[in-house]
């Protein structure tokens, strides 16, 4: 009797096993057929790689050594790169707090404005910033002035996502006590939300600090300024040696940042 | 007036510190001075932003309403972009389980993971964009440099993250199964790869919703998908043509994130 109840249990377990085996055997066949099919779909294929090696290595020997003497032109595009992710960080804020305070949930009953709003910092979140500056730089032309404001439209409907998750996330039973004391919206909002969600935001906005840089240092692909422009103007004019220190620059800048944005965090959080 | 009514039990009320402390007057002051200096240094400003106004509007008015004309065109870009992503997806995802133990502290030789974490950090050092550009030179136009671009950066990134997840693995369940006698391989299948399964498919699902959003734009740099389609519709001044380029993004874009989410939702 009880030999017959844990060959069922065994049974059992081995049929669970074979099934989980099963299901991934499927999962990976599917992503096995995916893969392959787009492998074929976009070209991409490893013996044009192999085929094309010797053109690589011709690219990076005339890559190297990197050609310093442009050192010195370099200082005012870094500059504008970080001026324009400070500024790209910076400003939405301000757009960003009280339009995530607008679609939060739990603290706001118009649902037909949040959702408007929700909607309108999703088409600003989704178009990334190297298109709004694409489209910015041929309204009103080339330079940083284009790709400060596409920073700031992409980063205003991202913060305002994480901004609005943050406040969504709060324990209600705060609000409720608040509440209970007679405060009314704004004072909810003063004491009782910010207070809150402040650390959040810090890091949020520190994030974005980071995630700006990085963009910053491209956005001169399509025209809007910074190294990128730099960058760009060395590899159409093959001068490779003198793209490579400007890669150099960039990540240097980005691991000073990164670095300038951990110590920062540890000291807020 | 408090001692009157019996409060004196209450200790008396702390003298607040001021809130203008030298330090945060220094602060913000730099913090006033570095955005002026920025503001100056980038030409935004409120005047430039009323200027532009005019331009904006112009744009708009070139962007709306959307045409569909040649709209058949746009399915090879959008398919492109879609399986760019995938199989950058999957490539530095398969790449990102041996490089991330390999690259773990706890689970590798120094000789070993020092030099791999080097590579990783330079593969995730400049942006995806700039890798395509880079491979574009390389190996010609086409979705092929996209591919390999988003490769170089998931791998570089997945790796790290797969690696941080090996160095967070509880050593109880590992020792556990060393004690039974089971060989290496046995302890990382039975032992370790449990614990990092779930971080590992968050983050190729993270970075598939990531590639795709990138996958829009390396076009721009001639690296294939819609990004290039928009690029050549903005270059001939078809605004109309290029909103609906841009309404697919946003579609494709919108689709993935939802399916990741899903997907993540199944998992975990």
Known sequence: ?269 | MAAEQGNTDRPPTPEMPSRFTANRMLIAVVFIAVYSWSVEGTGLSIVALIEGLPDFWQLGQHMFPPSLEGYEELWVPFLETLFIGILATIIGSVFAIPIGFLGAANLSHPVIYYPIRLVLTVFRGVSEVIWALLFVVAVGLGPMPGVLALCIFAVGVQSKLVAEAVEAVDPGPLEAIRTTGASPWKVFLYGAWPQVLPLYLTYALYYWDHNTRQATILGFVGAGGLGQKLLWDISVYEFEKATTSIVLMIVLITAIDRFCLYLRSKII
């Open chain 1, 1 to 269: 009797m009880n030999n017959a109840t844990l060959d069922a249990e065994i049974d059992s377990l081995i049929k669970l096993r074979q099934r989980v085996l099963l299901n991934w055997l499927f999962i990976l066949t599917v992503i096995l057929a995916v893969g392959g099919y787009a492998a074929w779909f976009t070209g991409f294929d490893i013996p044009e790689l192999v085929t094309g090696w010797p053109h690589i290595w011709n690219l990076l020997k005339r890559m190297f050594p990197p050609d310093f003497s442009i050192v010195p032109i370099l200082y005012g595009p870094l500059i504008e790169t970080l001026q324009m992710a400070l500024l790209g960080t910076t400003i939405p804020i301000f757009f960003a707090v009280p339009l995530a305070w607008l679609t939060a949930v739990n603290i706001r009953e118009d649902h037909v404005l949040g959702n408007i709003v929700r909607l309108f910092l999703h088409v600003l979140r989704t178009i990334p910033e190297l298109l709004w500056a694409m489209l910015l730089v041929s309204a009103v032309g080339l330079g940083t002035f284009p790709g400060t404001l596409a920073l700031i439209l992409h980063t205003t409907g991202s913060m305002g996502k994480f901004f609005y998750e943050a406040i969504e996330a709060i324990d209600p039973g705060v609000i409720e006590a608040m509440e209970a004391t007679g405060a009314n919206q704004f004072k909810v909002l003063m004491f009782g939300i910010i207070p809150t969600v402040l650390p959040i935001y810090m890091s949020v906005v520190l994030l974005y600090w980071e995630f700006n840089t990085r963009a910053a240092t491209i956005l001169g692909l399509v025209g809007a300024g910074g190294i990128g422009l730099t960058l760009t103007h060395a590899i159409q004019a093959f001068e490779y040696d003198e793209a490579v220190t400007c890669l150099i620059a960039i990540v240097l800048i980005l691991t000073v940042i990164d670095r300038i944005s951990n110590y920062l965090r540890s000291k807020v959080i």
